[in-house]
Nanobody, 115 residues
C-alpha cells in the first residue's frame, strides 16, 4: 500500500495550492479518503473527508469555503484544492485512506504560507 502526497510548497497569503495523493495497493474507490494536517507543536487535525459510497463530503469549519476535496477513482487519486491560504494553514498535510478497520497514511507534504 502506498499513498504519496505532492503539491505542497511555499505560497503567499491569499494564494492557492492543489495537493494530490496518489495511491496504490488497495481498492481506492471503496475507501473513504481524508486530508489531515499537523502544524508544529499541535495535534493532527482533520481537514476534509470524501466518503467512498455515500458521496458525503465534510470539511473542518476552519477551511469551509476555501478548500475543496475531490477524488478521481480512475486515477486512484484524491485532491485538496486550497484557496485563500493564510499563515494559520501552515502545516504538513497528510492523506488518509480508511475502510472499516483498515487505515493507511501518506508521508505528508509541507505547506508553508508566508510573505
Amino acid at each position: 500500500v502506498q499513498l504519496v502526497e505532492s503539491g505542497g510548497g511555499l505560497v503567499q497569503p491569499g494564494g492557492s495550492l492543489r495537493l494530490s495523493c496518489q495511491t496504490s495497493g488497495f481498492t481506492f474507490s471503496s475507501y473513504a479518503m481524508s486530508w489531515y494536517r499537523q502544524a508544529p507543536g499541535k495535534e493532527r487535525e482533520l481537514v476534509a473527508t470524501d466518503s467512498s459510497t455515500s458521496g458525503r463530503i465534510n470539511y473542518a469549519i476552519f477551511v469551509k469555503g476555501r478548500f475543496t476535496i475531490s477524488r478521481d477513482n480512475a486515477k486512484n487519486t484524491v485532491y485538496l484544492q486550497m484557496n485563500n491560504l493564510n499563515p494559520e494553514d501552515t502545516a504538513v498535510y497528510y492523506c488518509f485512506a480508511v475502510k472499516g478497520r483498515d487505515g493507511y497514511w501518506g508521508q505528508g507534504t509541507q505547506v508553508t504560507v508566508s510573505s
